[in-house]
């Protein structure tokens, strides 16, 4: 079974800051789809960037980017000029090319001190 | 404009009473997933229709099943509700392979 392994319990950063949350993840698949999820205390879980494996180039949505190394199974988050709206729980989320099953990983509570 | 409706987004049940949720989506999706989230903890998939096929995730307990009506509809049926069974119980859907929408979630108590 696929894993995502997030090992940042709860991460802090300054606002106006930049911060990384990282992510890992486990497959002998060669084509999948991998995802940050943001989760605010609302709860409903709304998606804020996708990456094909397939692609070599990062995925970019305004502020927030990602570093997809495929060969470590390493998905990073990048969020820049950090906001207090961005504060929340961050799930990375593997998918499954046939399966259509979507892994979450335990998720990195972001902090955004003013 | 809501796209995938949880109702209700509180059920309090109790102890080995059967209880059902319910989701239903607006957006024409063929695949609804049922996720179990505990506090603090991920999202768990307990099991997904693609189409009208059923799919079950091998360590989702058979106290729960699920019902699918319906393109729109989709209900998570808990035979006998545990103390454990208390959750936030997620929706979502998704078209093939594009991002997956989700509810705002029921949260379960079971007294």
């Known amino acids: 079974a696929q894993t995502v392994t997030q090992s940042q319990p709860e991460m802090s950063v300054q606002e106006a800051e930049t911060v990384t949350l990282s992510c890992t993840y486990d497959t002998s698949e060669s084509d999948y789809y991998l995802f940050w999820y943001k989760q605010p205390p609302s709860r409903q879980m709304i998606l804020v960037i996708r990456?094909?494996?397939?692609?070599?180039q990062n995925a970019t949505e305004n502020r927030f980017s990602v570093n997809f190394q495929k060969a470590a199974k390493s998905f990073s988050l990048k969020i820049s000029d950090s906001q207090l709206g961005d504060a929340a729980m961050y799930f990375c989320a593997y998918r499954t090319p046939a399966g259509n099953q979507f892994y979450f990983g335990t998720g990195t509570s972001l902090t955004v001190i003013p | 404009d809501a796209m995938v409706i949880q109702n209700p987004r509180y059920q309090v049940t109790q102890f080995g009473k059967p209880v059902t949720l319910s989701c239903s989506q607006t957006?024409?999706?063929?695949?609804m997933y049922w996720y179990q989230q505990k506090s603090s903890q991920a999202p768990k998939l307990l099991f997904h229709y693609y189409d009208k096929d059923f799919n079950n995730e091998a360590d989702t307990p058979d106290n729960f099943q699920s019902r699918r009506p319906n393109t729109s509809f989709c209900f998570l049926d808990i035979r006998s509700p545990g103390l454990g069974d208390a959750a936030m119980y997620l929706c979502?859907?998704?078209?093939?392979?594009?991002?997956?929408?989700f509810g705002q979630g029921t949260r379960l108590t079971v007294v």
């Open positions: 957006l024409n999706h063929n695949v």
């Open positions: 979502a859907t998704s078209r093939d392979l594009n991002r997956a929408f």
């Open positions: 990456q094909e494996a397939y692609k070599q």
